[in-house]
Structures are given as C-alpha cells and as structure tokens.
C-alpha cells in the first residue's frame, strides 16, 4: 500500500510576514473613525471579515470565492486578527502553491497557437484577459504592463509571455 504524502506548509520569511503586517496595518487603520479616542484597555487589532478577501489579494494571493467562504467559516467572529490572517495565508499559500499555472497557460496558449508557431497576438492576450473570467483586468494596468514587459511587439513568444507574467 502506497504511503500518503503529506504537504506541509512552508514557513514565510520574516520579511514576508513584515509585508503582510503592513498590509493588515493599513486596513486596520483605514476603518478607524474619526475623531478616534483610545481606551485604556489594551486591544488586539481586528478587521472586520468583510475585509478579508481584499486583504488577501493585497498580500498578493487570489482565493476563489469557495476558499474564501471556508476561511470565513473558520473565523469565530465578525472580525479576524493578523495571527489569524497568518493562518489563512498559510492555507492559501500551500493550496496555490500546489497549482501547475505554467502548465494551465502552455495548454491554453498551445490551444490558441493556431499556426503552431510558439506565438501569440498581443491582441488575443488582451481579449482573454479583458473578457474573461470574474477578475477581469484594468485596460489601462494591461496596456502598461504589456508595453513594459513587450514595446510595441504585435506577437509574443508564449515562454516568454508566461515568464513576464510569473514575475508580478
């Protein structure tokens, strides 16, 4: 009988955890009313669960809207606190780390190769990325990132395409 493997989480680096608290930071102090008027008492820092999907996305992490809704049951409260975040995007990490993107992207793109070139049209990228899917992105982000990453160019090489956009 073959024996289970078990994948366990990479630990982040301090500076990645650094990161992450900064982000919760500027979430955190972005909710406060004002005039703000401390307590003495000493409190955890909390978001409201609204906030936990932007918060993700933030830390550069795309949880779909089924994960999103079992961390959301996984919180106690209306609210989360960043060690509790930390646990999310621990889950996250190994759950997107375990996904084959570059492989997803050889075969859509294989797909849409029609002439077998290892090309694609620009104009085809932006179709796909404009139209496509529930996260569609900005024209204007997409324009910028593609004449950054490729100039003027009309056809990319499909590596290359996928290269560039693994660097973001």
């Known amino acids: 009988m073959k024996a289970k493997t078990r994948v366990t989480p990479k630990s982040f680096s301090i500076s ?7 982000v919760f930071e500027r ?18 820092k909390t978001l409201p669960s609204s906030l936990l999907s932007t918060c993700l996305r933030l830390c550069g992490y795309s949880p ?6 079992v961390y959301l049951n996984m919180l106690k409260d209306e609210t989360f ?3 509790q975040l930390l646990d999310i995007l621990q889950r996250q990490d190994l759950y997107e780390s375990q996904i084959p993107f570059k492989e997803i992207f050889m075969q859509l793109f294989a797909f849409l190769d029609k002439n077998k070139e290892n090309k694609i049209n620009i104009n085809v990228i932006k179709e796909i990325l404009l139209k496509e899917g529930s ?3 900005n024209e204007t982000d997409l324009n910028n990132f593609l004449t950054y990453a490729f100039g003027n160019e009309t056809e990319v090489e499909i590596n290359d395409f996928i290269h560039k956009l693994s660097l973001i």
Not at 27 to 44: A, E, H, V
């Open 135 to 137: 996260d569609r992105c």
């Open 16 to 22: 990645k955890i650094q990161s992450f608290e900064r």
């Open 27 to 44: 979430l955190y102090y972005s909710t406060i009313t004002y005039p703000y008027t401390p307590t003495k008492q000493k409190s955890t």
């Open 81 to 83: 606190s960043f060690g």
């Open 64 to 69: 779909t809207s089924s994960q999103l809704f």
